[in-house]
């Protein structure tokens, strides 16, 4: 699928994820391949692409990853399933102080744009219950703060708690982005009372037509895409599944293929099946405008040195997407 003037940035991408090492449920299928599906999403238009921390040793991988290619960066923190690890560590305090030490090393690097993954889930609380979540949630936003860094936010059916965290905290934290969004209007609008909280959309926000609905009342400037890969893939059986325009040649990964997606397995192409969906279902045209506005936000967000370049281009294409 060659790319045409489209510009994005995936701001979601697991590749610390063990299925991008080729291993699913354990077996060995095929080669480890992140530079193949590199080549696929620059091929796809993707710009640069986010690679999601979720524990310390991840944010730690995350970072070497992103050091492979000028166009990745990386998040560093520890996702609401996650956060035990302070405790288990046997030293909450060290362990948070560890995580800050890779933060500002990653941030000398260039490298590390959000503190995150972090929030709350309460679809999982069999991994970690929600007082620990709640703790530990509010525990990195002194994290952001400390190295002035935008906040990469989960929120999983857990919106009134977090929606209270973030009241309290949010002269703490410069900016941040609600990813994975699959809440409803009445969480989304929550969520858009805050002027620097951004909705990232992926596959799983795009699944019914409920959440289609909920997702055309997200406005265009406060709106961001990833893929979340290799997970929250868009489906056949999605409502939004019409919409998709861009397709890839796809085999399963007991055959494996360098120069074909892995059925099964979402991977940072897929962000313009994205796209295409928030486009289509909000009545959008021209999605290399959508794709402009979508990319300048990304950049306000995360890459505020680059805004200039980017105002240009929104400047040269007119900025009317709705």
Not at 306 to 320: E, F, I, K, Q, R
Request: charged fraction near 25%.
């Amino acid at each position: 699928m060659a790319s045409s003037s489209l510009r994005m940035i995936d701001i979601a991408v697991n590749f610390t994820d063990s299925m991008f090492k080729g291993i699913y449920n354990g077996r060995q299928c095929h080669v480890a391949d992140i530079p193949a599906v590199l080549t696929r999403a620059w091929t796809a238009g993707v710009d640069r692409i986010i690679v999601t921390g979720g524990s310390l040793e991840e944010s730690k991988e995350a970072l070497a990853i992103a050091e492979t290619d000028g166009r990745l960066f990386c998040t560093v923190g520890v996702h609401p399933t996650r956060c035990k690890e302070f405790e288990e560590s046997g030293s909450p305090e060290g362990h948070f102080q560890a995580l800050l030490s890779l933060a500002k090393e990653g941030v000398e690097k260039g490298k590390v744009v959000a503190i995150g993954e972090c929030g709350l889930d309460y679809d999982r609380l069999h991994f970690c219950p929600s007082e620990i979540q709640k703790k530990y949630f509010e525990k990195q936003f002194e994290l952001a703060e400390a190295v002035k860094l935008p906040m990469f936010l989960h929120m999983r059916a857990a919106a009134e708690d977090f929606y209270s965290i973030l009241v309290q905290n949010r002269d703490r934290f410069i900016a941040g982005v609600a990813h994975s969004f699959t809440g409803s209007a009445e969480d989304r609008d929550k969520l858009l009372q805050f002027d620097n909280l951004f909705i990232g959309v992926n596959g799983c926000s795009l699944k019914t037509a409920e959440n289609l609905e909920v997702v055309r009342g997200i406005p265009v400037d406060r709106m961001m895409i990833e893929t979340d890969s290799p997970y929250c893939e868009i489906k056949n059986t999605h409502s939004g599944i019409n919409f998709v325009k861009s397709t890839w040649s796809s085999k399963k990964k007991e055959k494996y293929d360098r120069d074909c997606t892995v059925k099964g397995r979402n991977e940072p192409c897929f962000v313009r099946q994205v796209l295409e969906v928030v486009a289509g279902c909000k009545g959008i045209g021209d999605t290399d405008q959508l794709s402009n506005t979508l990319y300048h936000n990304t950049c306000r967000i995360f890459f505020p040195h680059d805004l200039d370049s980017v105002a240009d281009t929104l400047l040269a294409g007119g900025h009317n997407a709705q």
